[in-house]
């Protein structure tokens, strides 16, 4: 399997065009939240506008605006019970993180459907989480969409592949991977996490224990989204926003025990700025 290193940052990470503006760096939507889970959509939203995302609305719950315009005021926030609204908000972003602490009530199939029914040709969606639970659970078909990235951990892909942990190989998980999305990116999220494609199978070799802790997922949600809101989607832009996610995580463990998320997030456009120039 072949290994992704640090000259994917540099590779990927391009310095800003002195001309541009924010209409530039992505148009990006975070379906996320629910009411035991709104730290999940605030971890998701901050991450997406740290890495320098040029538009983000996240789609979340009444409840949770409040929180979630005092954590990220860079970001915009609308009700996913607004069906209306909801769409709107599909048909103009290219990128959709959609999963991140929605839960596993019949509105998170919903979410899903209508995504699936309503996003443009060209829009990346990544599915986290909740979102892949219910997949699995309600066997939702997500071959129609052409830029799809899911982002399970080992748990959520044994319900998703109806593979065991113990089976997850590789070649098992390419062939799962062929019949649930063969057109999708699968990195699948444990120590030394792994991404499938029909192109390549690379992994990481960074990261640590330390990153053992709830919202550190995510956080990798929105990474990704911003990188691809600006990057572009590729193969070589989702390796290189899962690798600063566990390069950043690893400086932070020389001298910290625990990775925070919000403590990872703080530091995403010092590590960026190194890397784009
Ligand atoms: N602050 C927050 O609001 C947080 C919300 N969260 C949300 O909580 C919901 C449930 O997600 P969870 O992942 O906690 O629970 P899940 O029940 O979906 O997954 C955990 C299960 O998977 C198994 N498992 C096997 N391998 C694993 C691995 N490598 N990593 C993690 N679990 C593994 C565990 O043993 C456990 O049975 C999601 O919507 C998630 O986004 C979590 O992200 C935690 C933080
Ligand atoms: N022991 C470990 N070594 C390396 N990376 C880890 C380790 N434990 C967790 N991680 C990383 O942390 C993240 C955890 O994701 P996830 O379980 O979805 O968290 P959450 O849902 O709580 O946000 C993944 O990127 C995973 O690879
Ligand atoms: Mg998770």
Redesign the pocket.
């Known amino acids: 399997m072949e290994k992704i290193n640090k000259s994917i940052l540099s590779k990927v990470i391009k310095a800003r065009n002195p001309e541009s503006y924010k209409g530039n760096y992505g148009r990006i939507l975070i379906i996320a939240g629910s009411l035991p889970f709104g730290g999940?959509a605030i971890?998701s939203t901050s991450a997406a506008v740290h890495t320098g995302a040029g538009l983000v609305t996240v789609l979340t719950i009444p409840e949770k605006f409040t929180a979630m315009n005092t954590a990220v005021p860079e970001a915009m926030t609308l009700d996913y019970n607004d069906k209306e609204e909801m769409i709107d908000a599909i048909v103009k972003n290219n990128v959709i993180v959609v999963g991140?602490g929605l839960g596993t009530s019949p509105k998170t199939e919903e979410i899903i459907d209508t995504v699936i029914k309503n996003i443009n040709p060209d829009t990346t969606v990544i599915m986290?989480?909740s979102a892949l639970t219910v997949a699995a659970e309600k066997s939702i078909d997500l071959t129609s969409i052409d830029k799809l990235i899911l982002?399970?951990?080992q748990?959520?892909w044994a319900r998703l592949s109806g593979l065991d942990i113990p089976e997850q190989t590789p070649d098992n998980n390419l062939s799962a991977l062929n019949r649930i999305a063969p057109k999708a990116v699968l990195?699948l999220?444990?120590?030394?996490?792994e991404i499938y494609s029909s192109e390549e199978v690379l992994q990481i070799d960074d990261?640590?224990?330390?990153?053992?802790?709830?919202?550190?997922?995510?956080?990798?949600t929105g990474i990704l989204a911003g990188f691809i809101g600006q990057f572009g989607f590729s193969l070589e832009t989702i390796s290189a926003g899962?690798y600063l996610?566990?390069y950043i995580?690893d400086k932070i463990n020389k001298t910290d025990y625990v990775v925070l998320?919000s403590k990872l997030i703080s530091k995403i456009p010092k590590y960026m700025m190194k890397f784009s120039n």
């Open positions: 999940a971890l991140p986290d989480a982002t399970p951990h748990g959520e990195i999220k444990k120590h030394h996490s990261g640590n224990p330390g990153m053992a802790t709830g919202g550190m997922g995510d956080t990798l899962l996610h566990s995580a998320p």
